[in-house]
């Protein structure tokens, strides 16, 4: 049981998408058909070629956005917006979730690649909202994203959680190797196990594993 484990912990960091909603909603298959139509329109290609570079800058530079920065000069803002104008009729509320984060002692956040504008809109949609002391999206990094360095050292900076004193809940295992080397508790809440020294818990019912945390 992992309750003493996290005895310590005074700040918990939730990424989003897939995190605090099921993959099961395929909200984010809606994200990547907008991607894929931003980079077509941009960039003048097809949607192979569209849908190759959207992977490819994703596994090498963290998220499609940071390549389409990199290696186009692409100005983030209008780019946020757009794949971000999604539907949230996939989502539905979730009390038992709810119930959970709200009983967690000390603070509570937000940190995502996404936008704050479009986490704060799956948050409302899922039920969550007022249980977060602040939302983090990409644009409080300066556009860098997880997993880089600095886009923790940024985020936390700005928040002043000390990261001796926190937990971090993430899908992508890439995400949680910056926060263990920080000497953050990381918790991959996923499908699938994935044996890495970075990743301390998994967990596939993050409601039933906050629930063991017995707050």
Partial sequence: MPKDAFSHVDTWVFDLDHTLYPPSARLFELIEVRMTAWVMDKLNVDRARADYLRRYYWETHGTTLAGLMREHDVDPEPYLVDVHDISMDSLTPDPQLAARIAALPGRRIVYTNGCEPYARRVIEARGLSGLFDAVYGVEHAGFQPKPDHAAFDKVFA??????????????????????????????????????????????????????????
Avoid at 192 to 201: K, P, W
């Fill in 158 to 215: 700005l928040d002043g959680l000390v990261p001796a004193r926190a937990a971090m809940f993430e899908d992508d295992p890439r995400n949680l190797a910056v926060p263990h080397a920080m000497g953050m508790k990381t918790v991959h809440v996923a499908p699938v196990r994935l044996d890495a020294t970075h990743i301390e818990y998994h967990t596939d019912d993050l409601t039933g594993f906050l629930g063991q945390l017995g707050h």
